[in-house]
């Protein structure tokens, strides 16, 4: 029985689209069942509603200035009313509530885009040439009430060239994210228990 999985997005919708890409095969254990978005504005939700994946936003301007939990209590609303199993966030550029974590525990992961537990938080690629690494990467990790701090499901490694800017690197390390977050994504469903 394939999982129906929610995939949570602000933006683009990259990686949203290899994992939709990844579910299409009938083998694949996770069926995309909602693409759910905090910004109306966000264009993956033209590209999920290209592939027939319904849709919602769940805007947050008008919640601003309002509790954290507001805006986590109608996510989780809209989760359970779709019946979904599983929540995947990709380039969702909100920090969660502890209660909502706790609701999906063992059942929410995450891309982030340096090798974890190095360069956690925002731009991880500009902190990573700061510190002048010459390796960098992704990693796919349970989310937990702490930032980035979750158990390690997949990573990948990404080298550093001479001359990388932040925007080349993040271009070399979001074509290894788009290969990664379904396998990791296909083992984090394997390891939920019927």
Known sequence: MRKRVAILISGRGSNMRALV??????????????????????????????????????????????????????????????????????????????????KWEGRIINMHPSLLPAFKGLKPQAQALAAGVKVSGCTVHYVVPELDAGPTIAQAEVPV????????????????????????????????TP
């Open 21 to 102: 890409e990844a579910a299409r095969a009938p083998n694949y254990p996770g069926q995309i069942a909602l693409v759910l978005s905090n910004r109306p504005d966000a264009a993956g939700l033209e590209i999920a509603r290209g592939y027939g994946i319904p849709t919602q936003v769940i805007d947050q301007a008008p919640l601003k200035g309002q509790p954290r939990e507001a805006y986590d209590d109608a996510l989780h609303a809209a989760l359970t009313t779709a019946n979904i199993e599983f929540v995947c966030l990709a380039g969702f550029m909100r920090i969660l509530s502890t209660a909502f974590v706790r």
């Open 161 to 192: 060239l001479d001359g990388d800017t932040e925007q080349s690197l993040s271009a070399r390390i979001l074509e290894t994210e788009h290969k990664l977050y379904p396998r990791a994504l296909k083992t984090a469903l394997a390891r939920l």
